[in-house]
């Protein structure tokens, strides 16, 4: 079984920035990779970003492109997302998950284990 715990969400105007934590508690962090989704009002749940198990590879949905980064530590048990220049329509609540992989997937059904969800509120 693998933990997560996200945190950093708030309240944020257009045009600001937010980190995202993730701190994993359980099986060996290293092992897995770690994305992020998203899921605004009335919307389903969206693939956002993902980092391979060592942070040699990252992909990012069209939506993030050139304003989110995704990083990890694995000392700290702790993956992150550094969202800049935040729209209103990046308003949702914001996931992490884990997949015991080599790779960088993006689909939510490749995911085993889920936080329980932080609040990203923009105001416009």
């Known amino acids: 079984q693998v933990q997560l715990v996200e945190s950093g969400g708030g309240l944020v105007q257009a045009g600001g920035s937010l980190t995202l934590s993730c701190e994993a508690s359980g099986r060996i962090f290293s092992l897995y990779a770690m994305g992020w989704f998203r899921q605004g009002p009335g919307k389903e749940r969206e693939f956002v970003a993902a980092?391979?198990?060592?942070?040699?590879?990252?992909y990012y949905a069209d939506s993030g492109k050139g304003r989110f980064t995704i990083s990890r530590d694995n000392a700290k048990n702790t993956v992150y997302m550094q969202m800049n220049s935040l729209k209103f329509e990046d308003t949702a609540v914001y996931y992490c998950?884990?997949?015991?992989?080599?790779?960088?997937?993006?689909?939510?059904?490749?995911?085993?284990?889920w936080g329980q969800g932080t609040q990203v509120t923009v105001s416009s």
């Open positions: 998950a884990a997949d015991r992989t080599m790779g960088v997937p993006r689909l939510e059904g490749a995911y085993d284990y």
């Open positions: 980092i391979s198990w060592s942070g040699g590879n990252t």
